[in-house]
């Protein structure tokens, strides 16, 4: 059995309070969510904090609602309420489907918004026991020197593996980050890094308090592919999300598309607005799409499947979230 290191648990009623722990514990405290991710991590011995500063139950950080032009989600909103949401469903359906395949019903109740999008980034080499990394002599994202993916180099390259951000990227989303030195709204776009061993702008005093969807962007047609092993449960092998603004004669004016479960933050694919401007959602554009995806994406072995059939699978799942655009 594995078992969870010593920590203290904190239960702040508000953020201020939650900042502040973090803060007076600065480089011995997380924050805990859910727990569905930073829990098993922490059997795994991949953190180790002292102080849990527990978020669930902060008033603050809960609530769906549309406000001066926007959505705001609370980050401890569960993954549950977000897929279940009258507003998240009207307005973003995509991201209602999004929240809904994240893991199995079990783990979407306990995890939440706020924690899917700081979720840790994942490789085979990674999330396993410390027995398990100790026998390959560990790796650099945690006690040791080298990366077994790449072999060479000092860079980490785990995969983004959380299945609701390509989605808020294409919906032109925002976070809103407060921590010691204030308060600070980072669009989804420029939220993440390419760095597997911290993969976001969020300090480590930050709590991550809401999400922000523009109206406007319900307007457009979104949609979303996944490819995992098991559909019930498993993390994604590959996340595709795709969006596109068509004019009511059926012309496209702009269209984009993010994959992830790549490299260490989700990829925005290159010249698919310039491709599909001033055209039909028809299967030519779709297939010129799809191969565009496929030149450009090339999975990593940061994941248990063989890295040549995700790249495979890239077009697939591509072609797929696009029909469905043009279904919508
Ligand atoms: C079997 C299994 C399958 C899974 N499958 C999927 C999947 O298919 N897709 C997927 O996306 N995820 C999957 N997950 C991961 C996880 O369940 C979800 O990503 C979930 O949304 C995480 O949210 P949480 O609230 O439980 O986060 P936690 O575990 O509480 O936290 C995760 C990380 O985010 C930080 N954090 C949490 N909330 C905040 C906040 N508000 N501000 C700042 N930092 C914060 C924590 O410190 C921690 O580092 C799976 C997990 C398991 C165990
Ligand atoms: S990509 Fe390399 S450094 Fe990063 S977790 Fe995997 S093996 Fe470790």
Known sequence: ???LPPYRYHRPATVDDAVALLERHAGDAMV???????????KHRLFEPGHLVALKGIGELRGIREEDGRLRIGAAESLTSVAGDPLVRGRFPALAEAAAHVAGPQLRNMGTLGGNVCLDTR?????????????????????GTVCHVTKVGKKCVAAHSADTPPVLM????????VGPRGTREVPVRDFFLADGIVNTRREADEILTEVRLPLAAARRRTAYAKLRQRKAIDFP??????????DDGGTVRSLEGVVTGLGSRPRELAGWSEAATGRRLDDELLDELAERAHKQCHPLENVIVDAEWRRAMVPVYVRRALERLSDA
């Open 32 to 42: 805990v969510a859910g727990g569905t991710d930073l829990l098993p991590n922490m």
């Open 1 to 3: 059995m594995l078992r």
């Open 170 to 177: 294409v919906l032109d989303a925002s976070v809103v980050l």
């Open 123 to 143: 490789c085979t080499y990674y999330n396993q026991t410390a027995f398990w990394r100790e026998a390959l002599g560990f790796c650099l994202k945690k006690d």
């Open 237 to 246: 092998l590959l996340t595709v999300a795709v969006s596109a603004d068509v």
